[in-house]
Every structure is written in C-alpha cells, then in structure tokens.
C-alpha cells in the first residue's frame, strides 16, 4: 500500500488545488447580476433561435463509421507488429474480423447510409 | 430384482388413452373412442400377465422399472421407479382385469349418455393412476397415484355435474379423502426421518436391521424416543390415510354418497379397486406394521367396528346402491380387521373375492337400474326374476358368496378373515360373527326385494318396456360371477388340502405367512358355524321378505320403529359431524370472519405487515425517479461504500 | 489447420454469426419483403448451433486462439457448452415471440433478428472466455446488440428513453468493470483465469487493490444481472423495451452474467484469501437484491414492471448459489445452472403471455393487472400457461422453479449460509403475493366488459413459443435429475480444463 500512498497523495493535492482555485473565484469574484447580463452573448445581437441546435443525424452515422474504421487501424497496426509470430493462426482470424467488417459496410452501403441526400 | 422395462406401459397405455380421449373425444365417433378406451386397459392387462409369467418363472424375483431418476437432494433419492412383486401381481390382475371388464359393461350402460367420451377419458385416467399406486415402489410414487385415484373418483362421482346433489357428493368424496391424505403424508415423513428412504425395498432392509425396538434413540430427529413409539406414530397416522380411502370409521362417510356416480364407477372405483388401496398401503407395509402391535390393535378394533356398524345400516335402506355401499363398508371392516390380527393374506384373499362378487353385484344393480329406467328404490321393484333372467342369476350367487354359503369364494376368505380374528381375541370374533349375520339378512332381504314377488313400480306399464340388458352388460356378469364361484379356489384351507393354499404360497414372500393354530376339528367346527349364521341371517331374510314385500312383522320391526329410523338415519352420523365438527369449524370459521379476520389478521398482521412491506416499498422506490444523473448517484455512492467496507 | 480446428470446437458461435451476416445481407439485398422468412431463418440457425452445443457437450475441453506461449482467451468445454445450450434455448424462444409484435410494433425486422443473434454470440463468448479480456469483449458483444434492441421502436418515446438510459449506465458500469480488471492485472500481472488461480495460491503483493478489482469486477457483473442497488435501469429499461426484448433480456443477459461469474469464480479465484474478503460483499449484494427486488414487486401495478423486479430477485436467488460456490460448495455450480435453465423459460413464457395480450387484447401496451381480469376464461390454454409460470417463479412443484430453489438452497445449506437460505426462502413467500395475484386477476375478477370476445388471430410462433416454454418448465419440475446431474458433469469439465 505504501507504494500508492504518494499517488494518494498526489489526488489529493490535485483536487485540493482545484477546489482551491474555484472557491476562491467564486468568492473573491465580483458579481452584479443583472436579466441583461445573464443572457447568452451572440455577437452582440439579441439570440435568434434555441442554443442548442440539432445537429443532422448523418453527422453521428459518419462519426460512428469512421471510429469503426479507426479502430479497424489500431487493431491492424499491433497485429502487423507481431504478424510473424501468430503464425497462420493469427493471419487467418485477422482476415475473418476483416471480412464481417467488410460485410458490415455493405450492409452500410446498401441501407443507403453513405448518402448524403 | 429384474429389469422389466415394459412395466411403464400398465399405466402409460391408459393415461394416453385418457390423454386422447381428453382432447379429441369431443370430435370423436363413438366407436373409436370406446376403442381407444378399451384396447388401453387390455392392453394393461396383457402386460400385467407378461410380466405376472415373468416374475413366476424367475422363481418370484420381483421386477423393476425405474422410469427417471427423479428428486436427488442432498442424500435423499427418489427415482420414479415402478415394482412388481408378487402382491402387486395379484392386485394388478384384478385391477386391469375387472377394470377391463367393467369397462366393456360402461359401453353398454353408458351408451345413451352424451359425455361418452368423458366418461371413459376419466375410466381411464382411474385405471392409470391406480396402477401407479399399486406399482409404485417408492411412498411418494405411490402418493402420486393416491391422489390420482381421488382425483379420477371426485372426477366420476360428480360426472352428472349439473345436478348439485352429486357435485356435492364429489366435493364431499375428495375433502374427506384430504383429511386422510394428510394423514399418509404425516406417516412419510415419520418414516423418512426415521429410516432416511421411503423406497419399499430399502426399508424393509431398514427396519430388518433395527435391533430391539424399545431401544431409545440417540440420535436424529426422533432422539429420545424408541422405534417402537416412532413407529407406531406412524402407522396410526398411514391408517388415518386408510380411513379415508378405505372408508373406515371416522371417515367412512363419503362413500355412501360416492353412489351418485354411474353405477360402474361404483363397481369398479367404490367396490373393487380404490376403496382397497388403504387395505394395500397396510398389506405393502405390512413388515412397518408388524413392529408397531399398539397400532395394529387399534387398526383391528377399527375394523371390526366398522364392519357391524356399517352392516347395521345397511339393513335399513332402500336404495339398492346404497345397501352395497354400505355393504361394502362392512366387507372393507373385515379386510382391516384381518390386517390388524396380523392376517395380510387372509386380508388380500377377501379383497380379491371381494372384488369379484360385489363387482358382479354393483353391476347387476346397475342392469336393474337401467332396466327400469333410473329407479333405485327397492320398494319400488320386485319379481325382476323373470324379466331379467341372466342378471337374476349373477346377482344370486354374488348374494351368496357375500353372505359366505359354501362353497363359494366369499365364503372361504371371510371364513379365514374370521378365524384368524377369534384366535386372536374373542370379542373380535364375535363382532365379526354379528356382523356375517347382518350381512346375510340384509342381501337377503335386497335380494328378495328386487327379484320376487310383483314389480310395484308405480308406472304400471313399466313391465312391458323394461330395458333389458344387451350383450355388453351381461358377459361381465356372467364372467364375474363365475369368478365369483371359483374364487374360493385360489385359497383352500388347509384342513381340506392337507398343503398351504395357493395364495398363501404366492404372497409368503412379501406378507409372511400365518398360519391357524387351532385343531383339524376346531377349525371344521367353526366352518360350520360360519355357515350356520350366514345360513341363519338368509332364513331370517327369507322369512321376513320371502314373498318380496316385507312381511308384518318386518314392516314393524324393521321397516318403521325406532331401530329402524335410528339405523335409516345411519346412526345420526352424517348429522353427529354436522352438528359437532361442521358446526364447530363453521363456528370457527364465523369467529375468523368476524373477529379474528378483521382484528387480527387484516388488523395487526395485514395492514402492519402489508404496511411495512409496501411502506418499505414506496420507500425503496423513491431512488427509482427517472433520472440517469440519480441512477449514476446511487452507483457511485455504492460502489463507494462497498469498496471502501471491503478494502478497510 | 489449426484456425479451422478451433473453430470447429465452437461450431454454435460460427453458424450463429454465419447465420446473423447472412440475415443482413439479405435485408439490403430485399430478397423478400415477407418479415417471416427473417424469423424462420434465425430459428434455424439458433437450432443448428444448439445442436452442435449439445454435440459440444461430450467433447473434451480444448483451450483456443492461443498465441505462442500465451493462455488462451477461449475454452470451449461442457460447462460452456452447456451453457451456451440453455442460452440458446432462450433466444430460440425469444425469436418464436417476436414475429407477431415486430410487425404490430411496425420496427424493422431482418436487423432485429440478426442483433439478437449477435447477442447470443457475445453471450457465449462470456461462457467460453478464458481471460478476463475476452470475458470483457463478450459482454460488449452482447450488450451493444440489446441496446440497440432495447430502442428499436424508434418512433416509442418510452422506448427512446429506455435505450438511451440503458446505454449511459451500461457504458458507467462497463467503466467500472474495465476498471476492476486493470486493478486484478496491475495486482497479478495477469487476466487469464488458470494464471490467476496459480498467482492466488502465491502470496500476493498489493492485497487492497486486488480486492478493490475484484469489487469493481463484480460491481460490473451485478448492473448487467440487476443485482440490488445496482439495478435502478432495469424497471425503466424492461418496460421500454419491446416485450419479446424484455424476456430475452431478462433471460439471455442474466444467465450469460452468472455463466461467467461462475466461471471466473471457480476458475480464477477458488480458495484464495482476497476472493473470500469479497464473499461478505457478495452475500449483502444477495440479501438486498432478494429483500428489494420482492418488495418493490409488491407495489407494482404494471405487470411487465412487476416481471422487472421479480427478475431482480430472481437474480439475488442465484447469487446465493455463487455465494455458496465462493465457499467451495461445489455442488451450488450445477445448482445455478440449473436455476438460470429453469428461469429462462418460466420468465420467456410470462413475457410471451405478456406479448399475446398486448397484441390482442389492445393493440398497445395494456399491461396492468386490471387488464388481465377474465383472460383465464376467455384464453384457456393461455390461462393455463400462465399459471404454471407463475407457479412456477413462485417456486412451487411440479415446476423446474421449485427444484431450481431447491438445489440452490440445498447448495447453500451445505455451504453453511442459513441466513441466506433464510432471507431467499423470506423472499419466496413474499414472491407468492404478487405472483398469485396474476393469477387471481386471470381468473377471479369478473370480466368488466362482457362484449363479444376479440377475434383470434393466431400466430403459429408464439403459440410454439409458449408450449416450448411450458413444457421446459414442467419437464425441468418432472425430471429435474437428468438436468442437474448434466450440470454436475459440466461443472466437473470447468474443474479439470
């Protein structure tokens, strides 16, 4: 336990530094608040619509497939590493994962997901 | 012990036939489902004497099938297995065998009715769960067919249920056996606390090794008491079980009502095969009795009480179902009787003969009833001698062999069953004798009653259109009337053959045997008293009802009076139970309602308890809002909690 | 070859992930826009890989995909086999009652189908893993697929939410069981299980954060089996999620959960001094998941809610036999599997009863008691069934529930456990209140509109459906020996692989 005890320690004086600093903001802070300086700033004008806005539901599809793909990377960049050393055995399961995620992006592909319209 | 897998089929094939009869009788021709239904029982049959001639030819090694290994906990073992020894073999031959014969009388009688089907769906259905009873080789597999049995009774006797009467009848048929079931279930579990199994096998060999048995125990559940007292707890209560399924006093009193079912349910389930299940329980348990002698005198008092005093009763009725029922009550008194002198065989010999003469006279009843058209009451018959010959007959010697007029098979197994109770004490032999009069005066006078003198129905055209049995309805009474002649045969007594009767032989491997100690002449002297009271009970009956109407001297002393309205009445019992146990359970049933129910219990325990549960339930539910941000709260903190306790 | 070999010793897994890419081709393909054909084809694929699961059953344990010199992260032996078996078995059921209310619910069909083969795959993978690692991509596996189930009535609000709030806790738990796993491997060094017993036998360094980890792993696996007070998603998540969902949730996600919790106790963590620090912690998990699960069930007036919380006590009924088996009662191993056999089909049937009522009796979701009142008499046979579900979670013979509490129970007495015995058997006797009171209102309360009864559209699959599921009750109440002695014989391989 002693090993972890400075780690410990380290927490501690991260959280203490934080919660320092915050408090002190907020205390020591001058505050005036006023209906007017409450709302949000945009550019000086008078907010138009909804601060949060919706995003287009394709922006979430292309974010998913590219982590997909991404992560296809990082599994093939380790596996490369040490290719020579699984053997068949590895080179054979690697190109099973690499077929279901061939499949999967037809599936993708023809469910008409990469259209943009 | 042989491996025997067909054994399964005895009662596997009837419970398809019920099965298929219970789903598609509805829709099915009548013929086929009568076929379905008989070809299973004889299909039972056949099996039962394969496997008889098996067991025989292998020197009497019994047979076994186990179906499934079925509980296996802890170091208790159940297997669903099935046996057949040597007593199983006599009472399956007559089950599948008489079952089979009555069911190819219900064809005849029951052909106009429009639940067909369902009759024999349910015919079925008693045939398999009596076979499991009798097979079962273990206390709970034959639970299984003792509550099967009472299911298929309840099921029978209430068959025409939009008449209350009978549904009530049923009704009462099946709590009164509840009230013995919980006896038989009390005796089990004594047992296997005890011995630790409730295989038939493994405790004979459990109480053969139990040494002197008024040694204290030590150990176990029972620590303190001797065997003998264990025991003895639990025959008394396995014979509560049989006062209800065997009809014995105190808990005899639904089969009289038990009539209100068809005539061949009578027969078969109220005369020959179920109401003899106790008798079997005692006879298969037979060595469990043997060490326990205070149960046995009580089994035997029991008996012989119930034997005069249903006897009694049954001189006064005039339902002709009824005068059997309580005929039967009686006969099952001598069957218990011979159990608690110790006399299985003598018990099992009159259970069989039994079967084979009060089936006859059930089913000869039945003939009389549907020859006239639904009537029961005897007063309302006579001189069917002539209009119905083939029954007449049947019915004759089936009266004679109850009533145990030589040389028919009534009269050598109550002979025996009567011996064996006067060696034993003679206050019991003579219960026994009062009661072979009473039963030889009042078949008697059912007898001349229904068959001589004029038929005084009051439809005065009635003797031109009697129904007159068909083929169907008379070969099994001539069959079981024939069996009823010859089945003295299967026991002889000693003093006539000079060698032990056969079925002495047979069943010594799983009852014993015992044998009469009294003299050559002693035992000739007391035949011919036997037969002397039977002989004077007829001549009495004779006498009185001679000419089929009751003579003036009947009328007064056994038609009207006070006996006889003590004895129609049937000693007040039903009213006895309903003034005192009904009365007091109601009683206690209004207290309940009106004070414990709503003070106590929906008071104190309900709304405290149903108040602390759904108290405690709303207050459960209250981290349950809806908001993951709370969810993910309650996680933390108790991931937080729960590491911190584990690792401090 | 060594790759095919390997894969011939999971066969199940192979023709179910065939099974499921095929079903997604055939989808974007539109080779038939009759939705049945997508059902019946799953179902053959789920009976194919049960068979070879069975198959599995009598093979030697083989250990695969091991690299060089490396433990491997799949063991496919009778243990996983059988399990796997009983897994399918519940999602062959599943699929049975889904035609009829996917195509009411108007959600698309081939995806459903192929997702819960997907789940199904991952499900066995948590049986088969033989590292933590593995454990941890099954899990993934499985409940990415019912998450995506879970919502896939889009255009359902209550369905929306509850995918969404199973998805947030399930990616919070799954940090937490990440996190345990790192905690064991930074202890041990390791995260194959065999490797993990032999360094338990060792004295190891670092004891707190080996039983933090293990804290931590178990706190993964009580949120996926909703193990009180890990199990706040669950009513919301049950009742959101469409109903044939629901049951092969409630069944699939939990059985596969104590598969593994099994596995990895008996395997990784027998007899060692961390491992028994934590039972304490597993048996108050037991007796608050029992105690709550039951109360809470009480007050429900949602049938398929109080099914939710019935299954949460369901879950702290088998955690007794991990309890017992942590103590080194090996008989309490056979005993939970027979437990989880016994409740996949008892809870799939209620549900399935759930799915036929909703879909006739009102289109929507009627799923309050009062809504039941008469069907006893207006649907026999379903009246039927559903008693003998009922009676059967209740725990009553001739059920496979009754023998499941049983073994469990007698598992844990020998174990030494009386008070969790006696909290279970508490928690049994509350159960009979509300599971009665189904009953009751299928049959006891008068029908408040006698109209003309509704016209029965029957479907062939659910009607198939329920009777496989009544019969494995009743078959589990009747012949309970062959199953628990196959269990034994199963735990036995877990032993000696």
């Known amino acids: 336990m002693a090993n972890y005890g400075t780690i410990f320690v380290l927490f501690l004086i991260a959280a203490m530094i934080a919660l320092i600093l915050w408090t002190l903001a907020s205390v020591l802070g001058p505050k005036a608040p006023n209906p007017r300086k409450e709302r949000p700033f945009e550019c000086g004008n008078p907010p138009l619509g909804p601060v949060v806005r919706r995003v287009s539901v394709k922006f979430y599809i292309v974010a998913l497939l590219f982590i997909v793909f991404d992560i296809e990377t990082v599994f093939l960049y380790p596996w490369a590493v040490i290719f020579s050393e699984l053997g068949w055995l590895g080179f054979w399961t690697m190109v099973t994962f690499v077929a279901i995620l061939g499949l999967g992006l037809v599936y993708v592909w023809k469910k008409g997901a990469l259209d943009w319209a | 012990m042989i491996k025997f897998s067909s054994l399964a089929y005895i009662p596997l094939l009837p419970l398809i036939g019920a099965f298929v009869l219970g789903l598609w009788g509805k829709k099915m021709e009548r013929s086929s489902a009568t076929i379905v239904a008989l070809s299973t029982v004889l299909g039972s049959f056949a099996i039962t004497v394969i496997a008889t001639y098996t067991m025989v030819k292998n020197n009497g090694t019994p047979l076994q099938a186990v179906l499934w290994e079925w509980i296996y906990v802890g170091r208790y073992r159940v297997d669903l297995a099935l046996g057949f020894d040597q007593l199983t073999a006599a009472l399956m031959l007559v089950v599948t065998g008489v079952g089979f014969l009555i069911h190819v009388y219900s064809t005849g009688y029951m052909e106009e009715d429009p639940s067909y089907w369902r009759f024999f769906c349910y015919l079925n259905l008693f045939v398999a769960a009596m ?62 606390g005890l011995f630790g199994t409730m295989d038939f096998t493994q405790l004979r060999q459990a109480v053969a090794a139990v040494g002197p048995t008024d040694a204290m125990l030590t150990t176990g559940i029972f620590a303190g008491f001797s065997v003998k007292a264990v025991v003895t707890a639990a025959c008394i209560a396995f014979f509560i079980g049989v006062t209800g399924k065997s009809a014995q006093i105190p808990l005899y009193v639904w089969l009289p009502d038990a009539m209100a079912g068809p005539t061949p349910v009578s027969a078969l389930i109220h005369a020959a095969t179920m109401v003899t299940a106790g008798v079997y329980l005692m006879c298969r348990l037979g060595f ?125 197994s109550k002979d025996l069953v009567l011996a064996f109770a006067s060696e034993r004490s003679a206050s019991l032999g003579i219960l026994g004798s009062v009661g072979a009069f009473l039963t030889a005066f009042y078949m008697s006078r059912l007898y001349f009653m229904t068959f001589f003198g004029e038929l005084r129905h009051p439809d005065p055209h009635m003797k031109d259109h009697l129904h007159k049995p068909g083929l169907s309805m008379e070969i099994p009474l001539i069959i079981l009337a024939a069996l009823a002649v010859v089945g003295g045969a299967l026991n002889l007594p000693h003093v006539f053959t000079h060698t032990d009767g056969f079925l002495d032989r047979f069943l010594g491997p799983v009852l014993g045997t015992k044998v009469l100690s009294m003299t050559a002449t002693a035992e000739y002297f007391f035949m011919a008293k036997s037969v002397g009271i039977a002989v004077a009970g007829i001549v009495l009956g004779y006498v009185l009802y001679g000419r089929g109407v009751p003579t003036k001297a009947a009328e007064s002393f056994v038609e009207s009076g006070p006996v006889h309205g003590v004895l129609y009445n049937k000693w007040f019992v039903d009213e006895l139970y309903q003034n005192t146990i009904i009365r007091f359970t109601r009683f206690l049933g209004s207290l309940a309602a009106m004070v414990i129910d709503p003070w106590i219990i929906d008071g104190i325990l309900v709304k405290l308890s149903s108040g602390l549960v759904s108290g405690s339930g709303r207050l459960l539910r209250k981290p349950q809002t809806g908001n993951v941000q709370s969810y993910a709260a309650v996680f933390v903190l108790a991931v937080a909690i729960i590491t911190g306790w584990a690792v401090w | ?477 009747i012949f309970p020996n062959q199953w628990i002695e196959l269990g034994k014989l199963a735990f036995k391989s877990l032993q000696l692989g």
């Open chain 2, 288 to 412: 469990l009795f043997t060490i326990a002698p205070d149960a046995l005198v009580v089994v035997a008092v029991v008996g012989g009480l119930t034997a005069v005093f249903a006897a009694t009763i049954g001189v006064a009725q005039n339902d002709i179902k009824k005068v059997l029922a309580y005929s039967t009550v009686s006969q099952l008194g001598y069957m218990v009787l011979a159990v608690g002198v110790g006399a299985y065989t003598a018990a099992f010999f009159h259970l069989i003969t039994h079967a084979f003469f009060k089936a006859c006279l059930f089913l000869g009843s039945g003939a009389i009833i549907h020859a006239l058209h639904g009537e029961q009451d005897i007063r309302r018959m006579g001189g069917l001698r002539k209009h119905i010959p083939i029954t007449h007959a049947t019915f004759l010697v089936s009266t004679l062999a109850l009533a145990g007029i030589v040389p028919l098979s009534g009269f050598f």
């Open chain 2, 131 to 192: 076979s499991m009873l009798v097979l079962g080789q273990s206390l709970p597999v034959l639970f299984i067919g003792w509550e099967g049995v009472g299911l298929a009774s309840y099921l029978l006797i209430g068959f025409w249920y939009s008449d209350t009467e009978k549904a009530d009848a049923g009704r009462k048929a099946f709590i009164t056996n509840r009230i013995g079931d919980f006896g038989f279930l009390i005796g089990t579990f004594i047992v296997l």
């Open chain 3, 1 to 477: 070859m060594q790759y095919l070999n390997a894969l011939t010793a999971i066969l199940p897994v192979v023709v179910l992930l065939g099974t499921a890419v095929i079903l997604l081709m055939l989808e974007v393909f539109s080779l038939g826009k009759d939705r049945i054909w997508a059902a019946n084809f799953s179902l053959v694929g789920l009976a194919v890989a049960f068979y070879f699961a069975m198959k599995g059953l009598g093979a030697e344990p083989q250990a695969l995909f091991a690299g060089p010199g490396k433990s491997a992260p799949i063991i496919a032996d009778a243990f996983g086999n059988l399990a796997a078996a009983v897994m399918l078995a519940g999602a062959f059921v599943a699929v049975l009652l889904s035609p009829e209310y996917i195509k009411n619910a108007r959600c698309s069909s081939g995806e459903y189908y192929a997702l819960i083969l997907f789940s199904v795959v991952g499900m066995i993978v948590m049986a088969m893993a033989g590292d933590l690692i593995t454990f941890f991509l099954g899990l993934e596996v499985m409940s990415i697929g019912v998450y995506v189930l879970t919502g896939i009535r889009r255009n359902d609000l209550r369905a929306s939410e509850a995918a969404l709030k199973y998805l947030l806790m399930g990616a919070f738990a799954t940090g937490f069981l990440l996190m345990g796993i790192a905690f064991i491997y930074g202890a041990t060094g390791t995260v194959a299980l065999p490797e993990l017993a032999r360094q338990m036998v060792a004295p190891v360094g670092g004891a707190p954060i080996l039983v933090t980890g293990l804290v931590l792993l178990l706190v993964g696996v009580a949120f996926k089996v909703a193990a009180v007070p890990f199990h706040l998603w669950a009513p919301d998540v049950y009742e959101g999620a469409p109903t044939p969902i629901t049951g092969f949730m409630a069944v699939g996600v939990k059985a596969a959960a104590f598969v593994a919790l099994v596995r990895i106790v008996a395997v990784g963590f027998a007899n060692s001094e961390e491992s028994a620090v934590v039972i304490p912690f597993i048996s108050v998990i037991a007796y608050l998941t029992i105690i709550v699960g039951n109360l809470l069930a009480i007050v429900q007036r949602n049938v398929k809610r109080m099914l939710a919380y019935s299954s949460v006590s369901h879950a702290g009924y088998a955690l007794i036999g991990v309890v017992a088996l942590a103590r080194g009662e090996e008989s309490a191993g056979a005993a939970v599997l027979f437990y989880l056999t016994a409740y996949t089909f008892m809870t799939l049937g209620a549900f399935g009863v759930l799915v036929f009522l909703e879909r006739k009796e009102g289109g929507a979701e009627s799923e309050r008691f009062g809504a039941f009142a008469g069907m006893g008499y207006r649907h026999p046979a379903l009246g039927v069934a559903m008693s003998v579900f009922m009676v059967a979670l209740a725990g009553m013979p001739p059920t496979g529930g009754f023998f499941g509490k049983l073994y469990i129970f007698s598992s844990a007495i020998n174990a030494g456990e009386m008070g969790l015995v006696f909290a279970g058997i508490l928690g049994s006797i509350i159960s009979v209140y509300y599971y009665l009171r189904v009953i009751v209102s299928f049959y006891m309360v008068d029908v408040p509109d006698a109209g003309p009864l509704p016209t029965a559209t029957r479907s062939r699959h659910l009607t198939a459906g329920l009777i496989i599921a009544t019969a494995g009750v009743l078959t589990l109440g």
